[in-house]
Every structure is written in C-alpha cells, then in structure tokens.
C-alpha cells in the first residue's frame, strides 16, 4: 500500500466538494445520536450494518445527504465503529468514545470503487464535476480508496491509496547498530558519541504566534476581519508544523543511512507532558518515531524499542553497576565501582544500544509504536 497526496486547484467549482464535507459533517453526527439513543434505549452496541441500513433510507428522503456518495456514507459508519471498537477495547488506558463534530470542522469523505474517475493528464471527475489537481507525480497500481481533505484554511486535499506498486530498494548496509536518548536540552544522544539538536520550531515561532493569537482575539465574531485572521493564525501554525515535519523526515533517512539497527527506549510521553508542557509538544517525538518506523521499514532496517522501566541512566556501561538513586539535575556521575565518569545521556545511550542489540539478535522486535505509549 502506498499513500499519495495531491493539492487540488482553488476554483469556484470546489465549493461542491466543501459541501459535500459539510454534508459528510451532518451525517456523522446523526450517526452518533443514534449510536447513543441506542445505547439508552437498549443498553448494547448499535450494530454497522444496522445503522447503514437506517442511514441509506434516511438519505433517499433528505436531499442535503444526497450530495454525498452512497460509498463515503458507508465509510462513515465504517469509522464510527473502529472508534467505538478501540473505545470498548482501550478505555481503561483513557481512550474515549466518538463524539459529535462541528461541521464547519469536519474534515474529509473517502470514496472506494465508486463516485470518481481519473481523466487523464491532472484532471478527476468527482461526481458531477471535473477538477484539477497539482499531477506532482504518477499515479501507479491499482487505486483503493479516494479522500478528500480539507484544511482549516479552506484548502482541498486530494489522497489516493494504491496497492500494487513496486518500488527499487534504496538499501544501504553499514552493518551498525546505535542507541539513542531522548532529552529535552538535546533531542537525541547517540551512543556513538554524537548529539542531535532540535531546533525547537514552536519556541522560535511563538512571539509571531502570540501576536496573530491576540490580533485574532479583538476581531468581531462573525466578521470578515475575524475569518481572515483566523488564517493568518492558522498559517502561523502551519509553517511549525511543516518544517517540523521536514526536519523529521530528513533525519530519518540520515539515520537509516548510516545505522541498520536503531534501538530507543519506551517513553510515557503523556506524562512527560503533563510535567514539562509545550517542551514535550514541541519536540514531538511520538511524530518523529512514527516517520523513523516508516523509512525503516521501507529501507529494511530494524527499530526496536527497550522496556521502559530500564535503568538506561543509573546503569554504568563500562562495568554494569546500578545507581539506587540518580536525581534528574544531575547530568554527570562517578561510578563507586569502577570509578568511570559517565555522561547522563551517553551513558543512556550506550546502555540502550546494549540491551536492543541483544533484543534485535533474538528477533524479537516489535513493529507497533510503544514509544507513544500511555
């Protein structure tokens, strides 16, 4: 499977496609109401084939919904239901139910066999209208689903899944296995010695963010001026988040590169946020590992994650020896048994790096992402 994303031309005619999302908005609600009339009246699950069952009768009447595919009504139900799956499943982790969506914030629809067609050249009949879209790259295999996307500046997202695309391996072997720790002064340590700065977009765009944050405040509600700096805020947000998301991409590849073997710990990021904040959020390291796992998996390299609870920092890497204490000021220690000066983060790392290499000799690497773990 492969995920392609094209931006589609801003023209009048989008706003059939925007209707059709809000429309999408006002479906998914009515869903969860029903879900939870449901639940009142009869105390179980809605079932998905019930619900869409009742919905494609309530749509032959409502000429609103109509405006929206008879495959993307099925898709929301679809989504409804994986919600309240991993809410019956993971609700004692804190995970909760679906619930009602503003429209006006409603996001996207997803057709599958049906409701397009591609054209040729950058043109796609979606429904009754043809639009164009940036044709950045070749659409290659055979096409799953279609969503469309928008954001909140008001712009159309094109995302086709594909299946069946054979891609030349860009593999290098270097045959070298590194650990990392994660920090918030430094964002990675490596157990070779060398160090990874983030450049902590979010902090250096603040004061600019701030300022569009206050701007917007003063405007009227309703009014134009509000709505228009209402993007400009939106803007602000995201150029943080695209060149955050730049830098992470660039960074995993640069460490696919030169390491086959890459070895983190599990960290409780939900916690570190609770303690340190707007730092954590800044830093985004769940994003960043989730990109690494992705580039690793494409190049056939391995990540493998240590348990959480592993003495990285009170372990000695020269003779093994376990610290009872080691309080987060300090960032340098002398080991009382064989007397070595250990860096905090280094020694981290080259412990971490020790425990993934006998992990990744065992093959026991897991391929889910319990570095965002609750």
């Keep these: ?49 019930k619900l869409q ?3 494609a009768k309530l749509r032959k009447r409502k000429e609103f919904w ?32 679906p619930n009602f969506k503003k429209v006006r914030r409603y996001k996207s629809f997803t057709l599958k066999q049906a409701g397009y067609k591609f054209l040729g050249g950058n043109r796609i009949k979606i429904g ?36 069946g695309v054979i891609e030349p391996l860009s593999q290098v072997e270097t045959s070298k296995i590194a650990g990392f720790d994660f920090g918030l002064k430094t964002f990675l340590t490596c157990s ?15 004061t600019a963010i701030k300022k569009a944050s206050r701007q917007h405040s003063k405007k009227v509600k309703g009014s134009a001026n509000r709505e228009r700096a209402r993007k400009h805020l939106v803007r602000k947000h995201e150029d943080v988040s695209n060149r955050r998301s730049d830098w992470f991409w660039k960074l995993a590849h640069d460490l696919t590169d030169r390491f086959d073997v890459l070895c983190f710990e ?83 790392a080259k412990n971490i790096q020790a425990v993934g290499a006998s992990t990744a000799k065992l093959g026991d690497v897991r391929q889910a992402s319990p570095a965002i773990a609750v």
């Design 1 to 49: 499977m492969k995920t392609l994303k094209f931006k589609l031309y801003q023209h009048k005619r989008n706003r059939f496609l925007k209707r059709s999302i809000n429309a999408a908005g006002v479906i998914y609600n009515h869903c969860i109401a029903l879900h939870k009339r449901y639940y009142r009246m009869w105390s179980k699950h809605l079932n998905c084939g």
């Design 53 to 55: 069952a009742h919905i």
């Design 66 to 97: 109509q405006v929206v595919g008879s495959q993307a009504v099925q898709d929301i139900c679809q989504r409804i239901e994986k919600a309240y799956q991993l809410f019956f499943k993971h609700h004692k982790k804190g995970v909760r139910p």
């Design 128 to 163: 009754q209208g043809v639009y164009q879209y940036w044709n950045s790259r070749a659409i290659e295999g055979a096409v799953k689903t279609l969503t469309i996307k928008r954001t909140p500046l008001g712009e159309l997202f094109m995302v086709v899944v594909v299946d």
């Design 192 to 206: 070779d010695g060398s160090k990874i700065e983030s450049p902590q977009f979010l902090k250096h765009s603040l």
């Design 266 to 348: 599990t960290l409780n990021l939900l916690g570190m946020q609770r303690l340190w904040g707007r730092k954590i959020s800044d830093l985004a390291f769940g994003e960043f590992i989730q990109i690494l796992e992705w580039v690793a998996q494409k190049k056939e390299k391995q990540v493998v994650f240590i348990d959480r609870w592993y003495p990285s920092s009170k372990t000695c890497n020269h003779c093994g020896y376990v610290l009872k204490e080691l309080d987060m000021s300090v960032r340098e220690w002398r080991c009382p048994s064989c007397q070595s000066v250990n860096g905090r983060d280094e020694n981290a």
